[in-house]
């Protein structure tokens, strides 16, 4: 029973992830009211980096940066959260909202495929069905927001571009999880992402001739909450139990819990912002739940079959 109930929890920190990735939208939306992209984008992750440096140093957790892990470390934060987040913007940007959740929601299929030619990786044939039942239920889900003269290629190409990423972070993050801890990854990827969104923003602010307001606004009281939930929830929280789950899940099972996301999404939608919710976007919501157990539920797999490796503590 105990055997059973650990490995339960890297299910749960892949949902958990998508419970927080799925409120994080409404926090996003009050903070663009006053920040531009890289101010918001740069502001979460260093309230990330800062967290875990202070982490670091008071020893609540334990972080061992060596050259041997560097490399790898160093290859996820380039897909997550660099590449990925840049795809997404403009492609959200380019196209409508329910053209970039359909096009998104095909990470765990793209995952899939890349994890058996990667990872070797073997799926039954139920997972692979619950994986496109998945997406299906995200394409119901967006159904009614739909609009047909919306789609421009550039947008969709860019959102492809997400997608890649996003199926590459998965897969890296998981071979990087063999010579690093989950936190680990994660701290590397919240100061990688602190750096490079702060020195574009930085770099902008300072061309237009406005740098010192580049900071004002951060301290607005209107702010303040929603790039601390975006920085700590959303960023430290969510992404380590994702690089948990990869520790303990294959990239494939992980991925799929992705389609979580827009279903809290319209559901913090409906009760905190009083949009509705059609009958077909419910249908979608219980379609991508279905697809999620049935991934869960079709069979062993962490990580090629088996108990994950335990990782070298000298790596």
């Known amino acids: 029973m105990e055997e059973q109930s650990r490995s339960s929890w890297p299910y749960l920190a892949s949902a958990t992830a998508a419970v927080v990735f799925g409120f994080s939208f409404l926090f996003t939306k009050a903070a663009l009211d006053s920040l531009d992209m ?8 260093l309230v990330a980096a800062l967290f875990l440096s202070a982490l670091k140093r008071t020893k609540v957790i334990k972080v061992e940066i060596t050259s041997h892990k560097l490399r790898g470390l160093l290859v996820v934060a380039l897909f997550q959260p660099i590449l990925y987040f840049i795809f997404e913007t403009v492609g959200v940007d380019l196209t409508s909202a329910s053209e970039s959740g359909i096009v998104i929601a095909l990470i765990p299929v793209v995952v899939a495929a890349l994890s ?15 994986i496109l039942l998945s997406v299906l239920g995200v394409i119901l889900l967006t159904l009614p927001r739909l609009e047909g003269d919306s789609r421009q290629m550039a947008g969709i190409l860019a959102l492809l571009g997400a997608v890649i990423a996003g199926a590459l972070y998965q897969i890296f993050s998981k071979k990087a999880s063999a010579k690093s801890s989950p936190v680990e990854v994660t701290y590397i990827m919240m100061w990688v992402g602190s750096i490079f969104f ?4 930085i770099w902008q602010s300072a061309r237009a001739g406005q740098l010192s307001q580049y900071v004002s606004p951060l301290l607005s009281s209107d702010t303040i909450p929603a790039i601390l939930y975006l920085g700590l929830l959303s960023s430290v929280g969510a992404f380590f139990c994702m690089n948990y789950a990869l520790l303990h899940l294959t990239p494939s099972k992980s991925a799929v819990f992705i389609n979580l996301t827009p279903v809290v999404s319209v559901l913090a939608g409906v009760f905190f912002r009083g949009e ?17 157990w049935g991934v869960g539920a079709g069979g062993g797999g962490t990580g090629g079959g088996g108990r994950p490796r335990m990782r070298n503590s000298s790596n």
Do not use: D
């Open 198 to 201: 702060n020195s574009i923003g």
């Open 116 to 130: 058996a030619w990667i990872l070797k990786e073997q799926l039954t044939v139920g997972q692979w069905l619950s």
């Open 38 to 45: 890289f101010q918001l984008l740069g502001s979460r992750f």
């Open 276 to 292: 509705n919710l059609a009958p077909v976007q419910l249908l979608g919501a219980v379609v991508v739940l279905l697809g999620v």
